[in-house]
């Protein structure tokens, strides 16, 4: 059985950075790519970030290109989401998530990921 557990959220001032973690239990996290998505208040889950299971590919949602950064540790079983220039918009309940190698669909949509974290909170204050 996999976990995935964040971590790393919390309360922060409009412009200022948070660093999310999310830790991965069993032996096979190098074998998968990895998603963030997030969920704000009376709002539908979006995807923000996805990472292959090297890392050499990235990718972003427009919202946040230039502003956050996906990156794994595969020795760790880590990946992580900094966030850099945060705005109140950002806020939202943010998930990690395990692509399901087997599932067809896009990276950008929750259907093809089988794991999901319990989700660590973000609020950006104006």
């Known amino acids: 059985q996999v976990q995935l557990v964040e971590s790393g959220g919390g309360l922060v001032q409009a412009g200022g950075s948070l660093r999310l973690s999310c830790a991965a239990s069993g032996r096979t996290f190098s074998s998968y790519a990895m998603g963030w998505f997030r969920q704000a208040p009376g709002k539908e889950r979006e995807f923000v970030a996805y990472?292959?299971?090297?890392?050499?590919?990235?990718s972003y949602t427009d919202s946040v290109k230039g502003r956050f950064t996906i990156s794994r540790d595969n020795a760790k079983n880590t990946v992580y989401l900094q966030m850099n220039s945060l705005k109140p918009d950002d806020t939202a309940v943010y998930y990690c998530?395990?692509?399901?190698?087997?599932?067809?669909?896009?990276?950008?949509?929750?259907?093809?990921?089988?794991?999901w974290g319990q989700g660590t909170q973000v609020t950006v204050s104006s």
């Open positions: 990472i292959t299971w090297n890392g050499a590919s990235t």
């Open positions: 998530a395990r692509r399901n190698t087997l599932a067809l669909g896009p990276m950008s949509s929750g259907n093809v990921y089988d794991y």
